[in-house]
């Protein structure tokens, strides 16, 4: 999450996070019930144009995190495409069979996957950890014990990276070679994961033993220095996925580039 | 005057141990007292502040009994590490942490927050700032402003300076006297050029946890001076006590030389550090100096080839371009002894590289026996490395550098967070290894080493190495080493 590089705050940083969550989980159970390839690419289009324009994020970055997710696309469509069940044959060869039915329901996986990738990611990187957890101690009542251990936690990334880096660097020094493929992997992970996360273990311990002696205690009424509540935006958000879901729906039954309304038939 | 903090007949013991850490230990402590707790490491003086704070057993979970004790009604504590106290990502977030706890309204914080810094003397541009980008001693003043925000009547400070350069150390002591003054003060601490106006009780304990001297700063210092110097500690003079004890003769036959040339050493495609000219011969200790972030330690990296270089680089006349190169050659010693540890006994980490080229069984055997001998590891040579404590790991990580007899060694403060006895000890197994005709290379923040082992010095300054002149100071004045005629 966006801890570390810089971006352009939008209107989609300042919606409620929780409700922004909440929005998002309940999307993602929509998008499974949705069978209709016309609906889903429109589904797609639709969160596709929140993370393009409104992450708030230069179009550099967007692109580079859209390439593992268009990898994905392309996996998903392509497996399911050639090696799908089917009766209507388009093309076959060796193995490769693809059908009508196939192509149909491996194009509508892979939109689905793609939309998942493209809520996630517009989730993240709009959405700064600590606010969130700040929501949700506001809102949804979390106990404030796990959140701060996660906020905690989060701090502990950077420091783990650095750390990493100079465990590397050091194995070098005595001479570890752990080499190519799975085998040099296994080594790697042999020789680093020990070290990290000893460090790891004692600086968590630390920081808890820190946290009390400032007394923290997560039974106790407390106060919070970001208030965060509703506001207009809010209201765009929802209203914005209200609106383009149902005129996804119309738009598919009335006008659809392809002529299937259920790809599990 | 009432009392503050105390405890009666404590006995405590660690899960593990063999033996009682505390055995019938009474401690009073007065209101507005500033008190120094002295001992050799692993005597158990953070833990008796722990104690004395309730941390133990509240927070930590550690068997204790006591006939009577008493808590300070308010308590602040800063710690050690400056990297595990802290668990929001911003500076004002951090200081708002301890404010919600304490249900201060959101009104207030602001104006808080900022009062808190100020007291501190943590001026920043913005409070959202990230801890992250903070400086050891700025991440240490911060921790002190966090625990003014519990406005304690008493503060717990566990050796804040241990892991802090000098400059950072000066800083955090000024700050706590300029907070502290009506306050009790309870202090850990190795490291006491700076407090000793400031403290007024100074309390000794033996390596058993025996309160053996408990009195005003003088008495202390002028009767337990012999004490003090077994224990490690850094007492005002301390190196003045401490007098090389061996000959010293430099050139051996050995005859390694170093020459680097435009040396330029890289951090994602940008220039880091850069050295025009310079030289060095078997027999030098090369001390480099320069400010926090100056690239002194990206130096040595560079060397050690673990960065991207450009210029001439030449090791007993071998050009080197590629770490396997140095494989036999050199040797850099972390920071963290721990990161360099790969195998699970201490024997075992020694003979790593002789073991990994093969080496007949007898001649490993031989050359590990002779090194932990040297380093006084003998007794531990099956524990594994993990369990040893600060000192010997550190030995043990220079031990590792020893095996092959490298032409030159790299050490980023090697003495960081060391007591006196462990910093002595390690300095002299250097400066042998110096005299058999190794090229030492070592950063370091303590201008007593630079002053007393250093042959020559190297300043870096933004990047840039812009002075090299030899050491008048040093106390081997036989070396004359002639590596003026390179520059």
Redesign the interface.
Known sequence: MNNTFDFRETWLHKINPSLKLLTMIFLFILVIFIHNLNQMILFTIMTMILFVFFTGHPYKRILLFSIPFLFIFISTTTSMIFFGKGDTTILRWGLVHVTEESLFRGIHLGFRALTYALLGLTFALTTRPVYLFYSMMQQLKLNPKYSYSFMAGIRLMPIMIEEFQHIRSAQKVRGVRTGAGMNGLFHLFKFTSIPLLSQCIRRAFRIAVAMEAKRFDYSKERTFYYKIGFSKVDVVFVGYFVVLTGLSFYLAQEFPFFPVTDVRD | MTNIAMVEQLRLKFPGDDSLLFKDLSITIKKGEKVLLLGPSGCGKSTLLQTL?G?IP???EVPIKYRNIQYPESW??V?Q?P????????V??EL???????????SE?PDRIEELLSAVGLRLDLYHSS??SLSGGMKQRLALA??L??NPECLFLDEPTALIDEEGTKQIWESVKSVAKDKTVIIVEHKIDHILDFIDRVIVFSYDGVIIADDDVNTVFSFYRKQLQEYGIWYPGVWDDYLLSFESNAGHGYNHSLILENFKGYRKKEINVQLDKASALSGEWIAVVGDNGAGKSTLL?SL?Q?LKTSGTYVLNGEIIQN?KQL?KEA??V?Q?P?????TNSVYEEIS??LT?KKEEPSIIKERVDELLAIFGLSKKQNHHP?HLSIGQKRRLSVA?AFVENPKLLLLDEPTFGQDSKNTFHLLELLERERQKGCIIIMVTHDSEIVKRFATRIWEIDNGKVVKDWKNEHVLHGKDQVAYEQYI
Do not use: H
């Open positions: 704070s941390l509240k927070s930590i602040g504590y710690f590490d990297d595990s106290q802290f668990c929001m990502p911003y004002d977030e708002a942490f301890v404010l919600e706890n304490l249900n201060v309204p959101r914080m801890i992250q966090s625990v925000a519990l990296l050690m673990l770490i494989q040797y850099f972390f963290n721990e990161y360099q540890f790969v790593y590289s990994v993990y590792t």
